[in-house]
């Protein structure tokens, strides 16, 4: 922070002008990661400087301009340094007057700036212009940074409202904006209610003090928690069985791959077994050729025997040839030839054994093979049993899945139609409502009118009264104090009288505002009409009130001049004992006049009650027009309820 303080002193240096010391102090101190400024009044050569500060990366996070008597030059050279800053988080500008200019430097702003979480503009004039605030929201549109907006008393129309309406529409990023005390309306709050529909973001809305209707503050503040209420609700239901049969579909599709994967393992342990079969019959094979080797290998004795034989035989018959010659060697050749052949008889003997017992070796080989055969050939028609069984199965689930897709595709179709045109429907019916509606309104507005006109006539009727009243009361001052006293107490008695009427129509309306109250929670789609109705019987009622107050006033001058002229009547009690014979003139003069008023007073009380009856009988009407609309209310909740069990989804629900 101290490089910022000296590189500030240096442009403001540079540029002619003296550094403020105010400034160079917040610049040179530990800021914490925050700049305070606040209430500086920071003149153009030190936001030019600053401007010049703020590109790249500051040394703080947060900077705070409120109320600084920025001008529309400084605002924008100040914008424009932060155009590319990259480390402030938090920006407020508030109490700054802001106009055109300033709502085009904060579009260009929004449009670039990258690193802005917070954005707070209260008690500035950025609605004041039309041109200027939709430079402004366009920026705001183009913004996918921007998590917190402040907006408050900015002077924005319902014009500005929908321009913001359609900045929102677009933006990705923005979870909080503060509209309180504007002047939005009834068709921006609409406009604004309408956006929310489009945007997933926006998580709080606040429109306090902006002349929106009431039931439009709470269909946005529960769009800002979550989906839309009255006739969204019917959409509402529609996705929650959509996600429920989507839900269920999944499960299906669940079972059915967990079915598949079990017969994949099913299929993979067979074919396992069936390898180890495979090898234990290599195995025997080897052994069944070891065994061919052994006959092989006796084959082989064999031959050798037979050729000892036929060497025996040779030896035979040359024994015999030289028989005579060599008797002697032939007696010794043939106890050797017997020894021999002797020997040989017994290995011919335990090699015919061996043989035999070979023989039997390798048939019980055999047969075992063939058994080993038998089996390979059972094995391996049953695998191709198995596996023809696995791919029908295969392609009877791969057939009931894409069955299910097509009957969940269709049934979704017929869904979305049957929702189409419900929420057409009832939006006609409240079209058709509203009008209705708006013609009561019109009605009960021309009748309220009426009845001022007639308060007034009485008003200016009384007032004249009063007057002839008090030019009578001036010429006779030598009035009586009895007859004063009697006419004070029956003013007071009719004073009272129509304060307890006044007490009794305010708890009559107070009655009525509770039946509204429960008509209200009875009826919620039609709330819109009833806070309608609702707010037109409270002004009515507010007039009324008003008019009482007034009326009350006025008696209560007119009870202070009274005592006043009582007192002049004491004073001036002692210089009427000469007037005694102008006061009996006068007292008769008087009474007559007296009777005269009091007949004016008993017309205008007829009049009042009369008014007072009319009103009861509005009220009457107007309670009778709630109680046919929560009718009306209750038959289309049942209708759409007996609409909704006997469709498609409802017998599906049912079954469920």
Known sequence: MEQLGRE?????????????EAVLRRLRGPGGGHLDLAAQSLSLPTCSALGRLLPGAAPFAALALGDCGLSEEGVRLLLNGLCTNTTVKSLDLKGNNLRTMGAEALGKLLRQNKSIRSLTLEWNSLGMWAEGFSFFCQGLRANNFLQRLDLRNNQINHQGAGELAMALTQNTSLQELDLRWNNI?????????????????????????????????????????????????????HNQDREAI????????????????????????????????????????????KLQMAEAALALSEQKVRTLGELLNAMKQEQNSVAECHFRELQQQKQEGADREGRLLHDLSAASEKNLLLRNQVDELERKCKVQQDQLFQLKQDLTNTTAELKLRAVEAEERLEMEKRRFKQSLEDMESLRVKEVDRVAQQMEASERSMHDRIQRLEAIRISLDEELNRVKVAALTERGRAEEELIKARSQARLEEQQRLEHLEEKLRLMTESRDEAQNCCLKQKEMAAEAQAKAKQLSLYADGLKRRLEELQQDLDRKEEKKVTELNKMKVELQEQIGHLEAERTAQDGLREKIAALERQLKALSSNHREALLDKEGEISLLMEKLRMKEAEISRMREEETQRASFLQNAIMAYVQGSPLGTHSSRK
């Open 8 to 20: 500030y002193a240096r442009l403001c240096a540079a540029a002619g002008a003296a550094p403020q």
């Open 246 to 289: 989507l839900s269920e579909a999944q499960n299906q599709v669940n079972i059915l791959s967990k079915e598949v994967l079990s017969l994949k393992d099913e299929k993979n342990k067979q074919f396992m077994d069936f390898v180890d079969t495979v090898d234990k019959q290599k195995e025997e094979r080897a052994r069944s050729e």
């Open 185 to 237: 309306g009834l068709l921006g709050g609409r406009a604004l209610l309408n956006c929310l529909h489009s945007n997933k973001t926006l998580k709080r809305l606040e429109l306090a003090g902006n002349n929106v209707p009431g039931d439009i503050l709470k269909a946005v503040e529960t769009c800002a928690r979550s989906p839309a209420l009255s006739a969204s609700e019917q959409a509402l239901d």
